[in-house]
Structures are given as structure tokens and as C-alpha cells.
């Protein structure tokens, strides 16, 4: 069955260190793969996405992340964190035909950024 | 530009009561729709999903069932809500190309009590 693990719960930081979220995903086939962060009490907000070519992508915020078929990952990264990064962030995975475009999540890493 | 509005914000009810949360899309038509449940360490569940009009598709078996009576609207319900039932909702739209991603509404916090 499909299915996408984020390992870590929870991770601390602080500000102006790098940081790298883990993202791991099972399917057959390509995935389509996505990473978003939720401020508390909001809805979610898109950072980035893969579909296909370079492998490693830019997003919003200077975030970034790689894609590695051979370990099934995306990971999430970032250079120098900043305070206002601290949120709740989900990686996930788009599956199906066009017709079905079901979006499976994983549990969320919640990131703390210490001054 | 597209827009999805999701009410109420907030609720309160008690055990046993019915439910009804609404979620509307502006700006597209034919859009995939998802009914999400974000429970405290639990990540994103998938509760529905629906590809079109009065297509329902139902990821877990639970006390809820949702509806798609107009193409831009979807509804999540319950007839007599559970303890269990509390948790954070949110609804998403989709494009019918797989090479999009969603949107999401902001939020539903149920407090069944």
C-alpha cells in the first residue's frame, strides 16, 4: 500500500543552523511529491512540489529538496533557519490517475527554532 | 483566482449531536475535493475524496459521510457525533491533472463534548 513516513516527530533547532527534514514514501511508480508547512491553527500552504526532471527543487521561503528514487526520499532542506520557520511541516504524495488524484500525508515533523 | 472557504472556524457540540461543515471553491470548476481530519500526533488523515458530483470515495471507516450536491461544494456530516469525532478538519482542492497540487481551506476545530 502506499504510504509516506516522516521519522521524526519533532526537531529543535537553532536559529541560523541548516536544517534537513526526512521524508520517506512508498509506491510502485513515480510519485508526485509535495512538501507544506502549517502554521497553528491554519490550513496548509504549499513550500514545493515534484513532478519530474531536476531532481533537486527550489521553493518558497529558501527552502529546498531532493528527490532520490533509489532511497524512496524527499527530503526537506534548509540553510539557515530562521525563527519564524518554527511550524509544522508535511510531506506528501500524490498518487492515481487524473481521475482519482488521491493525496496521502505523512504525520508531520514539528520544527522548534531556538533564539 | 481561485479561493476555498471553509466554515465555521470553530464549533462546539455536544455527544450526539449532528454535523455539518461546509467547504466551497471559487475560480474552477470540476475540481477534485478532499475532506482531511488532523488529530494531535496524527499527521493528515484522508477521510474523503470526490472527483465529481455525488462521487464519494471513503478512505476510513468512521461516524462521518460527506456529500458533493453542487460541483464546487462539499459537505462533511455526522448524524450523532462521537468524543472521537474532535479534532482539526480541513478541506483541499485539486485540479483533475495530477501535476498540481492542493489548496486548503483553513480550518475546522471540532470540539465535541
Request: glycine content about 10%; proline content about 5%; aromatic content about 12%.
Amino acid at each position: 500500500a502506499q504510504s509516506v513516513t516522516q521519522p521524526d516527530i519533532h526537531i529543535t533547532v537553532s536559529e541560523g543552523a541548516s536544517l534537513e527534514l526526512r521524508c520517506n514514501y512508498s509506491y510502485g511508480a513515480t510519485p508526485y511529491l509535495f512538501w507544506y508547512v502549517q502554521s497553528p491553527g491554519q490550513g496548509l500552504q504549499l513550500l514545493l512540489k515534484y513532478f519530474s526532471g531536476d531532481t533537486l527543487v527550489q521553493g518558497i521561503k529558501g527552502f529546498e529538496a531532493e528527490f532520490k528514487r533509489s532511497q524512496s526520499s524527499f527530503n526537506l532542506r534548509k540553510p539557515s533557519v530562521h525563527w519564524s520557520d518554527a511550524a509544522e511541516y508535511f510531506c506528501a504524495v500524490g498518487y492515481g490517475s487524473s481521475n482519482t488524484g488521491k493525496l496521502i500525508f505523512g504525520q508531520g515533523t514539528t520544527l522548534q527554532v531556538k533564539p | 483566482s481561485q479561493t476555498i472557504h471553509q466554515w465555521p472556524a470553530t464549533l462546539v457540540q455536544p455527544v450526539g449531536s449532528p454535523l455539518s461543515l461546509e467547504c466551497t471553491v471559487e475560480g474552477t470548476s470540476n475540481p477534485n475535493l478532499y475532506w482531511y481530519r488532523q488529530a494531535a500526533g496524527r499527521g493528515l488523515q484522508l477521510l474523503f475524496y470526490s472527483v465529481g458530483i455525488g462521487q464519494i470515495s471513503s478512505e476510513v471507516p468512521q461516524n462521518l459521510s460527506a456529500s458533493r450536491p453542487q460541483d464546487r461544494q462539499f459537505i462533511l456530516s455526522s448524524k450523532k457525533l462521537l468524543l472521537s469525532d474532535s479534532g482539526f478538519y480541513l478541506c483541499a482542492w485539486r485540479g483533475t491533472s495530477i501535476l498540481t497540487e492542493a489548496f486548503f481551506g483553513q480550518g475546522t476545530r471540532l470540539t465535541v463534548v
